[in-house]
């Protein structure tokens, strides 16, 4: 499943046996998501996207 805002996209990749990996991409800097900011240390403006991108993703999901 993947979530974005006009800068940023999680994505989150579900897997059949273990936990659910994401990917986090800013989509300004990187249009063709080539660089996972997850692979290195968020800024505050990332990490607070991060988390408003997955919360909406749970939202939508718990919707009926």
């Not at 999680?10 to 996972?36: C, H, K, M, W």
């Not at 919360?55 to 999901?61: F, G, I, K, S």
């Amino acid at each position: 499943s993947s979530m974005r805002n006009a800068t940023y996209k999680v994505i989150r990749n579900y897997r059949l046996a273990g936990s659910p990996v994401d990917e986090f991409y800013d989509l300004q800097a990187d249009p063709f998501e080539t660089r996972d900011l997850l692979r290195g240390t968020l800024t505050p403006v990332q990490a607070a996207n991060l988390q408003a991108l997955k919360a909406a993703t749970e939202q939508l999901r718990a919707s009926p």
